[in-house]
């Protein structure tokens, strides 16, 4: 599929109140230090990560990774199909030994030098659609004798009954979602996808304090009877707020290549994502803060030239307004920096420019102004894929 355009750049601000919308090991804020300043930051995975959620529910698909995918075949077999749950802890152990991804035994809890016979874990993470499941399962029905007459799986020089190319060409398999996200699996040959999406780390455009939160728990029975003083559990843990900027870019030449000459499809996709990232939000901490908040500004632009991050128009912090806040000034930071880049690089890569936000000040830089996200994202895919076909870039 030959178009001119070929990036699909959307940056987003986007305030969020009190949270922790993604820790460390320690269970502290992220933070990272920009512009010689620390700020809050998102990782890029655990954005993705709650986007691909998001996506996977507009498109109907979903993808599995995981390292258990026997044990995934074992409960389908035993829970759904009706086989007698030893045989189906020996077909799924087999299932998952088949490929040429190496794998171990999982470890008896009550004892850990001790292995699990058939408890497959696989070095590394199967990433497949989850309809791969089922397929696996349908290989185990059609080697049924053979699963029956075969050995347990006790070690990881064990080999399995069924056929390996069978099994790894179910682990190549792909849907909507490894088209977009791409896949990373060097263990099976032909089975890693060049990702079409590209992801940054959310951080604030401006100075952020982490904030301790000292927190009690009351024993109901104790304030009840009122025998006692004190609290029944006491802790602390680490919030922040701001405003963060975030980028991400589509490559739709990538997203092409990996789903073939299918242009429906490609919007879809498309439109699917940038749907997701925009409304998608990180949900750690949820239950003790509810930060669901929505974008403030969303731009969008078609580029046939190269993906472009407006992160550097916050190397700078931005200050606050005269009355507060760091919205305002965010959305007017990167409009300004939008316009010096086409001052410096020039317009002729953009096919299309435009934005959404939730006030109507005069942001030309960002192109044209729509009413709303969903009108800002059909905008731009009619722009790019109504785009003449050739190599304009």
């Known amino acids: 599929m030959a178009m001119a355009a070929r990036f699909i ?16 090991d320690t269970n502290s804020v992220k933070t990272v230090q920009y512009g010689n300043v620390l700020r809050t930051r998102v990782s890029s995975q655990s954005w993705k990560r709650a986007a691909r959620g998001e996506f996977e529910a507009r498109i109907g698909q979903a993808a599995l990774r995981t390292r258990r995918i026997g044990e995934r075949v074992t409960r389908l077999l035993s829970e759904s199909r009706g086989w007698p749950e030893a045989l189906a802890e020996r077909a799924g152990a087999h299932a998952a030994a088949a490929s040429s991804i190496k794998f171990e035994l999982a470890k008896d809890p009550q004892d850990l030098k001790q292995t699990v016979p058939n408890k497959v874990l696989t070095n590394a993470m199967v990433y497949v659609p ?24 006790k070690k990881p020089a064990d080999k399995s009954v069924l056929p390996a190319n069978k099994v790894e060409a179910v682990l190549r398999s792909r849907n909507g979602v490894i088209n977009l996200f ?45 025998d006692q003083t004190g609290s029944g559990h006491m802790g602390h843990t680490e919030f922040s707020a701001g ?9 739709l030449r990538d997203l092409a290549r990996n ?11 498309t439109v699917a994502f940038l749907s997701a990232f925009i409304l998608s939000l990180p949900q750690a901490k949820k239950n003790s803060t509810a ?56 317009t002729r890569g953009i096919l299309t420019s435009g934005w959404a936000g939730v006030d109507d000040k005069d942001l030309d830089a960002l192109g044209t102004h729509h009413s709303g996200f969903n009108a800002l994202i059909n905008a731009a895919l009619d722009s790019a894929l109504a785009a003449p076909t050739g190599d304009a870039a």
Request: avoid cysteine; charge should be negative.
């Open 291 to 346: 930060p669901h908040t929505i974008p403030d500004l969303v731009h969008i632009s078609v580029r046939t030239d190269r993906p472009l991050s407006y992160a550097a128009a916050f190397e700078s912090p931005v200050a606050a307004a005269g009355q507060g806040g760091f919205s305002g000034p965010s959305r007017t930071t990167l409009s300004d920096y939008a316009a010096a880049a086409n001052r410096l690089i020039g």
């Open 243 to 251: 405003t963060f900027y975030r980028y991400a870019t589509i490559d």
């Open 9 to 24: 750049d959307i940056h987003i601000v986007q305030s969020v109140p009190f949270a922790n919308l993604n820790r460390d």
């Open 259 to 269: 789903i073939g000459d299918n242009t429906a499809e490609l919007r879809e996709l």
């Open 130 to 153: 989850e309809t791969a499941v089922a397929e696996l399962a349908d290989l185990a029905e059609k080697y049924r004798e053979e699963l029956e007459a075969a050995k347990d799986i």
């Open 182 to 226: 791409g896949r990373m699996l060097a263990e099976v040959d032909n089975a890693g996808v060049d990702g079409a999406v590209q992801v940054a780390h959310a951080l604030t455009t401006h100075e952020t304090d982490v904030e301790l939160d000292y927190f009690s728990a009351v024993d109901d029975v104790t304030a009840t009877w009122g």
